[in-house]
Structure formats: C-alpha cells, structure tokens
C-alpha cells in the first residue's frame, strides 16, 4: 500500500517592532546582555499593566492580507497559565477565542508543481524569557530579553505532503515577511512546532499524530519530517511500535526524534480573556490604512526595476532584501540615474563588503551619503576609484563623503587623475583645437583649457589643469 | 486599632493600603509570599498625591492580597489583632486625613461603615490602577476613605484621571466631580434584597436614612434587583479565577519568599507557594483554578461572564428611573470573629451586598454607616447625596 504524510505546521515569527508587545523595552531578542532589555512588566513585577503596541497588531494584519486571511473585526487577548521559569508572570497573553486573522492560504511550488496550503489562523502572542543552563555550576539561569517580544504565530491546515513543500512554504514566509518589514526572520526567530501523521493514499482518515516541538533552523525541520515519517511508516507497515499521540522533541546531533513524555500535553491552560486588554475593533478605515501603507510586494517592484531599465540579475539581487530596495528607491529619488545606481548597490558596495567579509543584507549607508559619492564621480570631481575608496570610507569609517574627499584631497583640486581623465576627454572631443596646437597655434590652448575648466564646473585648479594639458598634448 | 504596617512619615497626610505600591518601601499585601518585596515605582495614585503636596504617612495594613473580610487574616496578623480595617480606623481616629484603599471584594466599605467614616469606590477605570497588587483586575479599583465626603471629594479630584498606563483606564473629559445633581429633587430606590438580608440595626440604619433623606426632599421607595445573589456569585467566580491568575507569578524564584527546602524546580514553587500563602488565598485559587478548567469554563466561568452582563443590564435599567441605590455596606453593625476555615464561605455571604459596583464597575459610597449606589460615572451624585446628609458643608 502506498502511504502520504499529512503534515501541519504551528510557525512562530518574531515580529520587527520597536518594543515589545506590551512594554517599551527594545523588540528585539536577541541584542543586548541578558537581562538588559528588561522593565518591571515585561519581568513580572505585579502592578504594572500591559498595553498593547499598536504596530504589532497592524503587522499582524498585514500578514493576515499576504496570506490571504480574513482580518477578524475583533479580537481579543487571553490569558494561558503554566508554570515555568522563563515565564515571569506563569502566564503568557496570547489569543484563543478571537484570534486576529483566519481562513488564509498560501500557494507553494516546489519540483513537483504548485500546490495550495490552508492557513487555519494568525494570532498575536508574547514570547517567553531563555533558560541558560550552566553545566559548570550546575544552576540554571533566566534572561528575560526575550520575554513579551511580540509573535505571530501563523497556524496552517494539515495540508502540507512532503517536507519540500513546508520547506518551500517556510522560505516563502520568510521571503515575504521581510519584505514587507513583518520580521526580519534571523536566526531563530522564526520557529516551527510540526504535526505529521500518515495514512493509505486516497484515505480521507487520518492516522496516529504526533508533534515535534519549536525547531528553528530549516535543516533540523526537514530532518525531523523526515525522520518521523519514517517512523510512523515502519510503525505502520511493519509493526515496529505504536504510535501514540504525543509531543516529542527533535534531537539533531542524535538525528532522531524523542518522546517528551506526557506532561506538556497533560496541561491545562485554563485560558480565559485578559481584562486589562480591551478587545480590539477593527473597523473599514483601520483595515484600509494597514492595506494602504502595505510595502510593495517583490513582484510588484519587479514590474517596476524592469519599467526603469535593470536587468533580470540587478533585479533579482535588490529584491533579495527589502533595505536593498529601499536604498535604491531613496537614491533614485534624489535625481542618480537607476541602472547607475544599482551598479553602485550591486557592484561597488557589494565588491567593498566582500572585501571585509560581510553580505549585501548587513549594508548600512545613508541615500544621502551614496548619492553624493555618485555625484562626485558622474560630475567628474573624482573618478570612480576614488569613488571606490570614499565609499568604503563613508561604510567602514563613518565618513562623510565631502569631508573626506577634502581631507584626502580627492577632487578637481588635488585629484591628478580625475583631472586628467577630463583632459583626456576634452582632447579627444576637440581634435581640431588639438591640431591647431600642435600645428603651433599656441592660441588653440587656451580654448582646450577653457573646454576643461567647463568640463570641471569651475571646480579646476588652473595650474594642474595646465600642467597636465601640456603634459598631454606632449604625447600627441 | 488601625495600623501602619510600614510608617513611611509621621504627622498625618494619607495612608495607603499595603496592597499599593509606594516606591522602596516594602509591598507585602499582608501576604508572607512578597516578604521583603520593594516595588521599583510607586503607583500613579500614590504619584499624583504626591505631585500635589501630599505627604504618604505609610502603609495601612490589609489582609492577604485584600481577600478577607476587613484585613483579619494578614501575615503575622495571628500576634496582632489591631489590624482589621486599618485605613478606616486610621482615618477616624484622625491619625491620618484620607487613606487611598484597594475595593476588591467589599472590604474598604465594610471597614468604613464599622468604623463611621466615608469610602467612595470610584467608578470602574476612573483612578489608575497602575502599581495596585492586581488581584481581580476586571473589578479592583482603588477608592478613597476620609472623614467626611468633601474630604472623599478633595483627594479624589487628585486622584482620577485618565493614565495611558492603564489600558482600561478612562479618557478623562468623561467624568468630574462637580457636576452632580442636587440632594433634593433626588429619587433613591432602597434595595429590597440587599435590605432583607441584614441585621435588624442595620435595617434601622437604612429606614433612618431614608427618613432623613424624605426630610430634605428625596424621593425614596422600595425597588427590586433580582439579580443581586447572581451577581455576588458572578462576581467571586471572576474574582478567584483573575486572583488564581495573577497570584500565579509568586513562584518563589524572582522576588518574594522562597522556601528554604527545595530540591528542584517543583519544590520550589510548591513549597514556596504552600509556606507562603494563607488558607484563603489557597481556597481561592483552587476555586479560581477549578472554574477556569477545560472542562468547567463554559459551565462556570462563560457564565458568570454572561451573569455579568444581565446584572449590569438590569442596573443600568434602575438608573432610567432612580439617581442612587440605598442598601446596608455589610450584614451586622459589628464585627465578630470567625475562623479562616469558614473565611471563604464568610466572605461570599458578606459580599452580598458590595459586590454589584464591582461586577458592573459603577460607583458606590459608604457614609453614616450605609451604601449608595449609582449610575456609572455619576460619582458626584453620590458625594453630593453623602454631604447633604452630613449637613450643611454641601459645596
Ligand atoms: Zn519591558
């Protein structure tokens, strides 16, 4: 008989807000020494309050529309009570009865062709605290950086058949959700429960399941899936054990799955509505804003970089991140020419970030400071090696273009070899004057010096443009 | 009687309750399980008092979490019985001029009506709640105890007012307190279920006032709120399952008391828990635990949810026709001892007659030894009502 795993997937999403969900600490989990980004909220303390952070709930909604969810009018927060040490109030506030989005799906391809996955619900949830465990000292110790950062967690129909289709579906997530400034989806914040079952192909039923619990790399899930179908397979097929419903943990040096035995799934949450988080309404205006401000997807800044000219491969690398784009777009809009502009991106930051052993994701640069270098270089004040060597000043040294090109006499003035290029240039675009020249009318220098003086907006300093222009005319 | 647990400056000035927050002085709520616990900032209550000149003269003494009757059962109360109603005999005996107290079950009221002075529990979301030991946070409200209504009336125009810290506190242009109608002209509907249930003094209490009041040209008769026994049952179903709630997070492993003798992460929270905690608070959260259970929510909790609504339906019904609601603030004109063993039955019984204004959130005022009740935000009727009755010092 030939078997199908029927596979869901429970993906938790770090969201890339300011501060956490119900605090102004900082959002993000993973800065700052343990137990720096704490305040007595998020630790704990009684007496303090929770408020919601509007924007986690505007960029729950907009993950809503990516995945074609129905936005819920209104949705509440509730309470789900458990003891743990990384838990500092032994509740967490997340949603159970009115959850923010629902009734979504996703379409993903893989080899094997495009298939639909059902997006059951979206809801908003705080994160808990890290347990550290020290072996040395046998003691375990509790960060709270990471308590109340706000998640989403994105809950899909058991749709999903092979492990290339939720590895598919995950990079999807991920490449959407950055992109529309949802997450930033680093390294662990992005992290999966899995529920795998098998049953006869064509089987409306489904079979014994279980569920593998908070993985965070896509190695590990992929494994797991696999893994584990086998197991239910052998178990199934020929009788290698029974399989009970149950919560188990992915060990990936071991490479196996492990029982967790039944205490997680013996709990009791005892959820109930939050009283001091008012239930959130959602009206037209609200709804429509949130669709309105909705960065534009990949697919439609494609449309638009091929409208401006960029080949496929300048296209593709700026839309691998969303602050490329951004960048590009800034720029642009301060008057460089787009196809320049992404050479510059593409080309002369990425070949400098190479250099210093960094990827095009951890470029910082301001429009500003890139479109000023661009300018120096298209206007002739400096060529494009200096061009080169500002940019990697202003990105490493915090320079700013102007005042280091004074410092290191880059420019018209003191640049020999930006002055000469124009030179050259006026020579080869006057070749008449340059006969005259030669042919000893001496008058004709200084139509060439005037021609390199209105190449230089002025910017010349005459004696090394005369110096030059002899040198040059020398050689001819 | 009435006690500081920690004077903070002596020579009068406000009392807080020991279940708010004063930053850096220690915050037990009469529990043993927040031993040595200093709040980081003091609450916004305590910060507008002081903003305004007030000295704070110290913490008054509470029982566990505010969970009893009048503060009997506090920790370390078994050596001391000058605790019960701390604030309010604090107030009356003159010590301090007003004492800021937590209203989670009824408590301040009964205290204040035992001891002769004025309490007013604010309307729902109208005094920040922010740095108050939260217990029931759908219906706790800090309220405010002084000698007579114009004092209620002073400290509570320092008190209210909206504090984004507080997400169900209240926009502020919603409410004042010199808006109230006047005592005369006033109809004031007696609660017959209330009523019945008390002692004979303090019926007499009530048919006193009533007198009194029809002698400055109130209208008073007799009306019917069937709901009341639904709403007490309502109201301490949310009140365990919150309280069991929110005491969750005194584990024993960030702050508080931690019992000495553990081997592991379960002994310490258990015995912790169990040496820390006193026998109410533990009925409590198994009732609070119990009611919130997969297979008792929709049976227990859902419904008081719903109750919720019908009372504050049918209350809201009585305000089309009445200004204020008279009752009796607790059952006897005096306190007698009881055993914490019965507290939880105790104080379900009593609680009969304070807890619709913490179910609905609407306002209600003990003076001369007994309560009004009125419309939300109509705070100021009830200070106007309690001043003319207090006699001629009506602003
Ligand atoms: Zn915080």
Redesign the interface.
Known sequence: MKYEAVIGLETHVELATKSKIFCACGGHSTKGEPNTRVC?AC??????????NKRVVELAMRAGILLNCDISRYTTFD?K?Y?Y?DL????QITQWFHPICRNGSVEVTTKDGTRTIGIKQIHMEEDAGKLVHDDWTET?L?DFNRTSVPLIEIVSKPDFRTADEVMAYLEKLKTMFRFANISECEEGAMRCDVNISIRPEGSEELGVRTEIKNMSSLSSIRRAIQYETARHLDAVERGTETLVQETRRWDDVKGRTFSMRNKETAA?Y????D????PILIGDDWLQRVRDTMPASVEEKTAEYQSKGLSEKEIASLTSERALCDLFDAVTALGRDPKDTASWILTECGGILRKHGQVMSELQITPERLSRIMEKVSGNEINRAAGRKVLEAVLYEDADPDAYCEAHNLGAQGDADAVRQVVLKVLDATPNAVKDYLGGKKKAFQALFGGCMKELKGNGDPQVIRALLEEELSKR | MGQFVTEIKSGGGIAVDDTIQVKGYETKAGSRILEGFRPLFSAEAVERLERAGYDIAGKSAVGEFGLDLLGEFAYGAETCDTLRGAAAELVAAGTVKGALCVDLNGTPRRAAALSGVDFLKPTYGTVSRYGVIPCACSGEQIGVAAKTAGGVRELLRVVAGHDPKDGTSLPAETYDYHDGKAAPGMRVGIVKELYGAASDEQKARVTACAERLRGMGVAVDEIALPLADAARTAWNLCLCAETCNNVSRYDGVKFGYRSPDYRNIDELYVNSRTEGLNFLTKFVILYGSDVLSKGRYFTCYDKALKVRRLVAEQVKALFKDYDALLCPACSETEYRPYDIKDAFMTVFAESLFTAVPNLTGIPAMVSGGVQFMADALRDSDLLNLAEALEGGNAS
């Open positions: 007595p630790a704990g303390m009684p007496g303090m309050l929770p408020v919601t309470k009570s003891y040490p500092p109030c032994s509740y375990t509790v009791d005892r959820y109930f509505p009283p001091n988080l008012m």
